[in-house]
């Protein structure tokens, strides 16, 4: 499974953007995905997961009621609606997939596709 990320950019705090992963592979629906991100300085942190059995979600407490994280397995893709920016959001943002489970662990996704840049401006 390749992954490509996609969506970032500039926004204001309060503002909303939302990225898009896809993927290739036709076993797509078979993957757990999740998204994680990485400020300057800072690890790499988890921000949210779908499932891939019934896509049920899970977020971290950082973002929960904000973000939202979807799938569309016919398309091959996966998305990360972003709602009420605050600055703490800024990172570069990836998605991630893992086979038949949802994690918020890193060592669980085999597959990682590129960042995506999103800044969030006072």
């Known amino acids: 499974v390749q992954l490509q990320a996609s969506g970032g950019g500039l926004v204001q705090a309060g503002g909303s953007l939302r990225l898009s992963c896809a993927a290739s592979g036709r076993t797509f629906s078979s993957y757990g995905m999740g998204w994680f991100r990485q400020a300057p300085g800072k690890e790499r942190e988890f921000v949210g997961a779908?499932?891939?059995?019934?896509?049920?979600?899970y977020y971290s407490g950082s973002v929960k009621g904000r973000f939202t994280v979807s799938r569309d397995n016919a398309k091959n893709m996966v998305y990360l609606q972003m709602n009420s920016l605050k600055l703490e959001d800024t990172a570069e943002y990836c998605c991630a997939a893992a086979p038949y489970r949802m994690s918020t662990r890193e060592s669980d996704y085999i597959y990682w596709g590129q960042g995506t840049q999103v800044t969030v401006s006072s």
């Open positions: 779908i499932s891939w059995r019934d896509s049920s979600t």
